[in-house]
């Protein structure tokens, strides 16, 4: 698994790679919650190259995303492959955490209205 | 040969303790047991205070002095590892929701069932066991491995042993856990008109806390389940219960649905578990949606969609957790849900327990010597007539 942030502004570019599971997912969150400085506003993950997620991993992204509302700030997840979009919509994750087609879609979704 | 196991009973009606030693005799005289009784609250701290041996207390609600709510708020002053077990009047969901906010570990309903409150006893003992395990793992700094370890046997310890079986239906439930991390359980339940409560779910997270909320879960489930006829309000019920103080954004994907033998209706909610298969006795399929709910414990203030569908005889309800439809081969492919609805196509089963065996074998086959990353659970609902 690899975590690339990237910032834009206020905005956390990420880009995950691989897998995040019961063995990477601790690493998974702590890098994120490494790069999410108080000052970044929008958190956008770009999900494409993400091979598998466990339910251990939904929790990490729940965790990361619940921080952000406490601060009023907003995460948006994008380019799933549809065995990955099919996880988070089974548990219904995708009712709760803004799921985007596309890099485009995201920033647009996160943005302040 | 071990010590029996203490127990206070609380209540103010005299014939209890007649009739739970007559009950409970052959427990008692194995030497499994030990009842200790008390008339009130006040009587029952004074017992717990003189004998720091009673680890499970079964009290009643109503009673004179100090009733068993306010009890239940004393009893972890005395000693925070006693756990208790509440008796309450049928369907009285106001007393059980206070009672499960104050800790109690779990419930029985008046009259009581013996049958049913032995199970309840060695749950709630076998809990205490692994919880002893746990703290004497932390007080040692042994590895996560212990750890983990302990997380399994309260796992375990809180899995039903034993299945419905009648002539017009039968259910049948395993689990196959997973070397290190997996949360997967199931329950069935008894409820009024000879109708039974199925669940079967997933939590999140690994070692002893996930082990607590699950049971938690549980629990929480079973006194939402008793005297509501609508398993989408009994998941928002647990949801907003479970939302309450939960720190560790720990949640759980449960699958819950209510089987009623006499029309063959099962009537069900989803709050984030893989939907049932429902195989027919022609070796058709029906699959529903997977737009579920969101799983219980993410966020407060959740409806859930209620389904129903009538199980014609040789009809089944295979539910399952995403062990199955995600468990790998060394390629890294996964076992899929077409592969799962495809195993009974050509043949499909005449039982619960031959369709679980089924479902197994195939997984196995096909991870061969890959690793087996998550819990594999089956909870089959079959009706023969």
């Given amino acids: ?113 | 040969m071990t010590e029996p196991r203490k127990i206070l009973v609380v209540d103010d009606e005299p014939d209890l303790e007649r009739l739970m030693l007559q009950r409970m005799r052959r427990e008692i005289r194995r030497g499994k047991f030990h009842f200790t009784f008390a008339g009130n609250g006040v009587q029952a701290l004074e017992a717990l205070n003189k004998d720091p041996e009673i680890e499970m207390v079964l009290s009643d609600i109503n009673m004179p002095e100090m009733d068993g709510l306010t009890l239940l708020e004393q009893i972890p002053k005395v000693d925070p590892n006693i756990r208790s077990v509440i008796v309450s009047a049928y369907g009285d969901m106001k007393n059980i929701r206070t009672a499960m906010n104050r800790g109690a570990f779990d419930f029985v309903t008046k009259p009581l069932d013996f049958d049913d409150l032995r199970v309840t006893i060695d749950r709630t003992l076998r809990h205490l066991t692994m919880l002893r395990e746990a703290l004497q793992s932390r007080d040692k700094l042994v590895a996560l491995e212990n750890e983990l370890s302990v997380g399994r046997s309260m796992q375990q310890a809180i899995l039903p042993t034993s299945f419905p079986e009648t002539q017009t239906y039968q259910v049948f439930a395993n689990m196959e856990p997973a070397r290190d991390v997996g949360g997967d359980f199931f329950d069935i339940l008894s409820l009024p008109d000879n109708r039974i409560g199925l669940a079967i779910a997933d939590v999140s997270g690994k070692g002893v806390p996930a082990a607590l909320f699950m049971m938690s879960s549980r629990t929480l489930l079973k006194g939402a389940a008793v005297g509501r006829t609508s398993p989408s309000e009994v998941l928002t019920e647990v949801n907003e219960l479970l939302n309450e103080n939960n720190e560790t954004s720990m949640f759980v994907t449960l699958f819950f649905a209510i089987f009623d033998p006499a029309s063959g209706l099962l009537t069900f909610a989803n709050a984030g578990h893989n939907p049932p298969l429902i195989v027919h006795s022609d070796g058709s399929h029906t699959l529903f949606g997977t737009s579920a709910g969101v799983a219980l414990g993410v966020v407060p203030g959740i409806e859930y969609t209620q389904q129903q569908i009538r199980l014609e005889p040789g009809d089944m309800a295979l539910c399952y957790t995403d062990g199955v439809t995600e468990a790998e081969n060394e390629n890294q492919d996964q076992f899929g849900l077409e592969q799962l609805t495809e195993l009974f196509s050509e043949s499909p089963p005449t039982s619960a327990r031959e369709a679980n065996d089924i479902v197994f074998r195939a997984v196995e086959t096909f991870s061969g010597d890959a690793p087996q990353f998550d819990d594999i659970t089956c909870l089959t609902l079959y009706r023969s007539e």
């Fill in chain 1, 1 to 113: 698994m690899e975590v690339r942030t990237e910032r834009e502004d206020d905005v956390l570019v990420t880009t995950v790679n691989g897998r995040i599971d019961s063995a990477t997912v601790s690493e998974f969150q702590h890098l994120m919650e490494r790069a999410i400085t108080d000052d970044i506003r929008r958190v956008i993950v770009d999900f494409e190259n993400l091979s598998y997620i466990n339910s251990a991993g939904l929790r990490a992204v729940l965790v990361i995303t619940k921080n952000l509302w406490t601060r009023n700030a907003k995460l948006a997840l994008h380019s799933l492959q549809p065995s990955i979009q099919e996880v988070f919509s089974i548990a219904g994750f995708d009712k709760i955490i803004q799921v985007c087609a596309d890099k485009a879609e995201a920033l647009d979704a996160t943005q302040e209205k």
